[in-house]
């Protein structure tokens, strides 16, 4: 499994709007084209787990996660906000690089944990921030992912 796979490139953003974290949260959201209700009892959901405590994972990383019966399989979804935006990171900076991950409440394929765990590992990586910031293309995105073999 690569997290390659649950990527399309509608749904890297590399000019994230949103000043606040609910506002980037929602433009993450708007990057998996659901319907309008459907966003907004994801957006609800994502906004109760961050409730729970930060996805923030530090170095400029978050991983907004939840599962919800809005969708059928995993989605996820990429969004590099330049300027940053307070999620509340346990390293208290500002989150630029948000991995969105969503999955039903009864998935079969068992992927969601193994997705946010190889997630959190590749972002752990030294150089991943940096290269994340440094992307130009959506193209580039995939090549990072590549390059790094998740």
Avoid: W
């Avoid at 708007?30 to 319907?35: G, I, V």
């Avoid at 935006?85 to 991995?99: G, Y």
């Avoid at 590749?122 to 580039?140: H, M, Y």
């Amino acid at each position: 499994m690569y997290l390659r796979e649950f990527f399309t490139p509608e749904r890297v953003d590399l000019h994230l709007a949103g000043g606040s974290r609910n506002e980037v949260l929602e433009a993450l959201i708007a990057l998996l084209e659901l319907d309008d209700r459907a966003r907004n009892v994801l957006l609800r959901t994502v906004r109760r787990r961050e409730n729970l405590g930060s996805t923030g994972i530090g170095r400029g990383i978050a991983i907004p996660h939840c599962r919800s019966l809005v969708v059928s399989r995993l989605h996820m979804a990429y969004g590099r906000h330049p300027g940053g935006v307070d999620f509340r990171s346990i390293d208290n900076r500002p989150a630029h690089h948000f991995f969105l991950i969503v999955a039903p409440p009864l998935e079969v394929s068992g992927r969601y944990l193994p997705v946010l765990g190889k997630v959190a590992q590749f972002a752990k990586e030294p150089d991943v921030p940096g290269r994340l910031a440094a992307l130009e293309s959506t193209r580039e995105f995939f090549e990072l992912l590549d390059s790094k073999g998740v």
